[in-house]
C-alpha cells in the first residue's frame, strides 16, 4: 500500500494545501466525534442523580446540534477535497498516458494490443484515481481514526480498553491465514 503512495508523491505535493485542510479537517472530525458521547453521558448522570434543570438542558442541546453541525461541515469539506483529488489526478495521468501514447512508433502498436492499451488507460488509471481518493480515507480511518479512538477508551477505562485489546493479535493472524488460503485457491 505504501509503495503506491510513493508513486503518486508528486501528486501529494502537487495538491500539498489540498490535502492538508482535507487531513485537519478529517483529524478535527474524527476528535469531535467523541464529544457527543460525552454531552450525552453527561445528561444522563444529572438525569440519574435527578439534578438535571433546564437550562442546563437546553445548554447540552445546543451543543450538541453546534457539534453534530461542525462536524457534518468538516466531513463535507474534507470529502470534497480528498474526493476531488480522485478525479484531478485521474485526469492528469489519463492525459499524460494518452500523450505518451500517441508520440509512439509503429513498433510499439505492434507489440502492445488496443486491448492491452485501452485496459491500461481505464482499469489502471481508474485504480490509481481511486487510491489517492479512497486510499488516503482508509489509510486515516486505520490508523488516526483508531489512535483517537484508543486515547478515549484509555481514558475511560484502561482495563476494560486493554481487555477489548487482546484479541485483535489473534484476529489479524486468523485473517492473514484466511486471506493465504483463499489466495491459493483461487
Known amino acids: 500500500m505504501f509503495k503506491i503512495f ?3 508523491k508528486w ?3 502537487y495538491y500539498k494545501k489540498e490535502y492538508t485542510v482535507a487531513i485537519l479537517l478529517m483529524l478535527t472530525s474524527y476528535g469531535l466525534f467523541l464529544v457527543p458521547p460525552k454531552i450525552i453521558g453527561e445528561v444522563s448522570d444529572l438525569i440519574s442523580k435527578r439534578t438535571l434543570t433546564k437550562e442546563v438542558l437546553f445548554s447540552k442541546v445546543i451543543l450538541l446540534l453546534v457539534v453534530t453541525i461542525v462536524i457534518y461541515l ?3 469539506i474534507w ?3 480528498i474526493f476531488r483529488s480522485n478525479d484531478e489526478i485521474g485526469r492528469i495521468v489519463r492525459s499524460n498516458l494518452a500523450k505518451k501514447i500517441l ?3 509503429p513498433r510499439f502498436f505492434e507489440i502492445n494490443s488496443t486491448g492491452s492499451l485501452m485496459g ?3 482499469t489502471d488509471v481508474s485504480n490509481l484515481a481511486e487510491m489517492s481518493g479512497s486510499g488516503v480515507l482508509s489509510f486515516f ?3 488516526v481514526a483508531l489512535s483517537i479512538y484508543l486515547v478515549a477508551m484509555l481514558m475511560i477505562d484502561p482495563l476494560l ?3 477489548s485489546f487482546i484479541p485483535l493479535p489473534l484476529i489479524a493472524v486468523f485473517t492473514k491465514y484466511v486471506s493465504a488460503r483463499l489466495y491459493s485457491l483461487f
Open 74 to 76: 468538516s466531513n463535507l
Open 6 to 8: 510513493k508513486k503518486i
Open 141 to 143: 480511518e486505520s490508523f
Open 161 to 163: 480498553c486493554l481487555v
Open 120 to 122: 491500461k488507460i481505464t
Open 103 to 105: 508520440w509512439e512508433s
Open 79 to 81: 470529502q470534497y477535497f
Open 11 to 13: 501528486f501529494f505535493s
